[in-house]
């Protein structure tokens, strides 16, 4: 219960700095770190994953795998604060050689290609530009795969494979303005310090629309939450898309390539790709349709201080309480049901942090009658857009963003 | 009673002040040298783990196979065609048989 006064959640963000996550994780149920081990609930399994505190820079994450990182936030993080502390966020690399030394002397981003002048930039150059901050959720296109159905190969994600901070960096557009991109630019490519095992693998790039990459929002971050990035977040430069899924958001930036023809190297023309239809769903087993690429994030919301099978009390006032997020537009309402979607009230939100933010949601309900029910909560974003109540299906699964349900049992 | 006062004391945390202070100014970046843990983990016994081990474990940790869920052989075998033709991984040829085989047996569709 002390877990849900905002003080005590406050105080504890020094802990979370030093790195001691354990002591969140304690509060929530879990007793010994060393061997916890978390259930997923993941439809046919396997549903269970260690807890691990073994990666440098963070605390407690759930261990999808040690090598290349794949580390969750567990989901009761997402209850403390709408800002995902830097060392509990989640972690994704493609690729297994990731340079585990950066000096901030030496390190030079590339901007190149296409452009009046070719620029090598120190970070003590990039930090000279105009300094700008945005509140954005970075969410991984296949989070939340382990609940397709018929399940999918991949990254096995639960919920977690998100989070939200206050990005600190430098407009992109400044930077290729310095650069001066020539007339006939059509897109611009973002590649990190990270390497496949074999060389002749595909390395990872990705890239935006030039008009996008211009558009003054995209940025190169250099600090999230006020510190600088975790080395498995980026350090020392990180690519912001806000409102576009993380695989844009390339990770240790350092090499800036402007083109005039659109890349079709493996991670924009078949990595990343999603069926060409609404919601990016097809039935399991179609084939012959049209791909694109991922791009824009969809509506989202989640219940954060209620499980799935937690017991509530018949005729006793409880508070649901989550967080939303309008995928590339703000949140305009959640409303929320309590018997299963037959009927919703809208919730009360909290602090608008921008439109790229998680925006907390919270409603004071009363249970009804003893037995099963199912809470669900919906989010339509500014732009009118609103969580479908079937879900998505495609083979890569990616772009969840059905209205989740959380069966509870009424006592 | 005690609800009240939580929702109370709920509600006046969303108005509270941001949960981080805005950076003030250039922050000064530090180097970094860290350490990432190392995993020894191999594939359970069986027929074919040898060759599980021996060609998947330099790119990749033995969990992302065994978190993946029950998979058909026909996935299974795309699975290791991608690694192979798509992410250039050295799978000898007449390991995949065997691969694919172990695979079905430890994640496969019943």
């Not at chain 1, 969410?139 to 399940?151: D, E, H, K, L, T």
């Not at chain 1, 030039?210 to 990035?229: C, F, P, S, T, W």
């Not at chain 1, 959640?334 to 919270?362: C, H, I, N, T």
Request: glycine content about 8%.
């Amino acid at each position: 219960m002390e877990r849900y006064y905002p003080s005590r959640i406050l105080s504890s963000r020094r802990q979370f700095l030093g790195g001691a996550g354990a002591a969140t994780l304690a509060l929530a149920s879990a007793p010994a770190l060393a061997d916890t081990m978390i259930k997923l609930p993941l439809p046919g399994g396997p549903d269970e994953r260690p807890i691990t505190t073994a990666f440098p820079e963070k605390g407690a994450l759930i261990l999808q795998r040690t090598r290349p990182p794949m580390l969750e936030t567990p989901f009761d993080v997402f209850d403390q604060s709408v800002f995902t502390p830097n060392d509990r966020f989640f972690v994704r690399w493609h690729w297994a050689v990731i340079p585990t030394e950066v000096n901030v002397d030496t390190f030079r981003l590339a901007v190149h290609g296409h452009v009046n002048q070719t620029l090598s930039l120190s970070l003590n150059d990039i930090l000279a530009f105009p300094q700008v901050e945005l509140v954005a959720v970075n969410q991984c296109s296949g989070n939340s795969r382990g609940y397709f159905q018929p399940r999918v190969p991949g990254g096995e994600w639960s919920h977690g494979a998100m989070g939200n901070a206050r990005w600190t960096g430098v407009r992109l557009k400044d930077v290729l303005d310095r650069a001066g991109v020539k007339a006939g630019t059509v897109q611009v490519r973002f590649t990190g310090m990270d390497e496949p095992v074999v060389a002749e693998a595909p390395d990872f790039m990705k890239s935006l629309a030039i008009d996008h990459a211009r558009d003054g929002e995209v940025m190169l971050a250099y600090a999230m939450n006020g510190e600088q990035l975790p080395l498995l977040n980026g350090f020392p430069l990180r690519l912001i898309v806000p409102g576009w899924y993380s695989t844009y958001w390339v990770k240790m930036l350092n090499d800036i390539e402007v083109l005039d023809q659109p890349d079709t190297n493996y991670w924009m023309k078949t990595a990343y790709t999603i069926p060409d239809t609404p919601h990016a769903s097809i039935k399991p087993g179609e084939t012959g349709f049209k791909s694109v690429p991922i791009s824009r994030m969809v509506p989202r919301s989640f219940m954060t201080n209620i499980k799935a099978g937690d017991t509530l009390r018949a005729s006793a006032p409880t508070l649901a309480r989550g967080i939303a997020f309008g995928g590339d537009a703000g949140v305009s309402r959640v409303d929320f049901s309590s018997d299963g979607g037959k009927s919703w009230q809208p919730a009360q939100l909290g602090k608008d942090e921008g439109k790229y933010s998680f925006r907390q949601w919270q409603i004071s309900f009363t249970p009804p009658a003893a037995g099963g029910q199912v809470l669900m909560a919906r989010c339509t974003s500014s732009s009118g857009e609103t969580q479908p109540d079937m879900p998505n299906w495609n083979p890569a699964g990616f772009m969840r963003n059905v209205i989740e349900q959380t069966a509870i049992v009424v006592a | 009673m005690l609800h009240r006062m939580l929702l109370t004391a709920l509600v006046a945390g969303i108005a509270l002040a941001p949960f981080y202070a805005e950076a003030e100014g250039k922050l000064a970046l530090k180097s970094v040298n860290v350490d990432l843990p190392d995993d020894n983990s191999m594939f359970p016994d069986g027929p074919g783990a040898d060759a599980a081990n021996n060609n998947c474990l330099a790119c990749h940790s033995a969990s992302m196979v065994l978190n993946q869920p029950a998979l058909s052989k026909a996935q299974w075998q795309a699975e290791v065609n991608k690694m192979r033709t798509t992410y250039k991984a050295p799978v000898d040829a007449k390991d995949v048989d065997e691969i694919v085989a172990y695979l079905v047996t430890i994640r496969g569709v019943n």
